[in-house]
């Protein structure tokens, strides 16, 4: 049996927490948030962690940790609003995303605009604990949060876009601890944008038979037969440029060694990929968790 018709990619689960604990009023707009399926929030949230422990060469204090941390939680579910609202009719036909609220009539699209207009109302509320400059930056990104979810109908490229703005928080940490942005930053910034392009690219083959159909585009795509080669030399980019960006923030010889067991961990994840096996890039993709979090205690232990 073809991987891509089995139920259980589905990326919704029925019968779990959501369903078992919380009203039926509140089930479409949590799943809307993605706080069911909270892989992305820590792939947004781990990156931005390691931008504050290298600006703040340490520990930041408790405030500037928890608006960081509170403001990936918001804008990745903002941004997760967003891209159902625009696939609302895509979703339908595609496996994984099909029991979607939107996808699968739950609720409507008035509906999910007013609870986006909530995600953005309490996301922006955090800029008033952010510096002026810090705001400023912080606006820059919204073209890319909107601009995103329509990327698949006109580019290969939706994942390069994803992730300027997924990682857009580690841009903002530098600026409101050190109020600007070095080059070291943009470089971590840049190397954090390879590193989705090839996670995301693995996600991406779970889709792929769908996304023919539906005439989308993605780098899985693009990338076809080649994807494992492709992937791997993104991955391999990712630790350049985060090694570099390690040095040029100064940080520590536990710094290098971060980057050499990242290095370990990507290449295992390299050889682990299976084009045909959409199941086992699904548990690749979620491996990527692990990446952010020893990205993260690489720079808090680099910075002592």
Known sequence: MNMLDRPDLSDIRQGDWVDRL???????????????????????????????FQAAHGLPNIQQLAVFTLGALLMRSAGSTINDIADRKFDGHVERTRFRPLASGRIGVRQALTFLAIELAL???????????????????VPLVFVYPFCKRFTHWPQAVLGAAFNWGMLMAWAELTGHIPAGAVVMWAGTIAWQIGYDTVYAYVDVKDDKQLRLKSTAILFGRHGKLIVGLFYAVAIL?????????GMSLAYAFGMLVIAMHLAWQTT?????????????????????????????????
């Open 22 to 52: 919380l009203p039926g009023a509140w089930r479409p707009y949590t799943r809307l948030a993605r706080l069911d399926r909270p892989v992305g929030i820590w792939l947004t949230l781990f990156p931005c962690w390691a931008a504050l």
């Open 123 to 141: 996301a922006a509320s955090l800029l008033l604990f952010l510096t002026p400059y810090t705001r400023l930056v912080a606006l820059c990104v």
């Open 241 to 249: 440029a985060w090694s570099l960006g390690g040095w040029l923030t």
């Open 272 to 304: 682990r990929i299976n084009l045909a096996r959409p199941d086992v890039n699904y548990r690749l993709f979620l491996a990527n968790i692990l990446t952010g979090l020893l990205l993260a205690i690489s720079a808090l232990a680099g910075s002592w």
